[in-house]
């Protein structure tokens, strides 16, 4: 029954995750001020750590750990990607095009790593022929 809970909390901050990053990319786009304030960093600092710990969490529960586990490997590898891009788009990025491309594709990072959290295999693209 934990197991359960600890999984809809990992979804639930994983959907804010996206959903929150896609909003603080637009602001950047738009109105770059609004991604700058305490609030919005705290938020987004405050559930990626919820994330995190319950992504341990199921890893530790589930006896899935990165590198047994190649789909998880390929998670976390690309949730470091996903980790730099976003940096680059929202904060370093030097051009308004820079950080536009570093958005679109952080975003289709964080898309492979739902792809691969789904299917549980690396190779999502089959889980989207299916």
């Not at 770059?32 to 919005?40: C, D, H, M, T």
């Not at 919820?50 to 976390?76: C, E, R």
């Amino acid at each position: 029954m934990t197991y359960y809970w600890i999984r809809q909390l990992h979804i639930a901050t994983v959907v804010f995750t996206i959903c929150f990053f896609a909003l603080r990319f637009y602001w950047m786009l738009y109105h770059p001020g609004l991604v700058k304030k305490n609030s919005v960093r705290y938020l987004a600092q405050l559930n990626d750590t919820i994330l995190l710990g319950a992504g341990i969490s199921l890893a530790v529960m589930s006896h899935q750990y990165p590198f047994d586990a190649p789909w998880l490997t390929a998670k976390l590898i690309v949730l470091l990607v996903y980790i730099f891009l976003g940096v680059m788009a929202l904060k370093v990025g030097k051009t308004r095009r820079a950080r536009t491309v570093y958005g679109i594709l952080a975003l289709l990072s964080v898309g492979y790593i739902v792809t691969v959290a789904l299917s549980r295999t690396p190779a999502s693209w089959a889980f989207l022929g299916s």
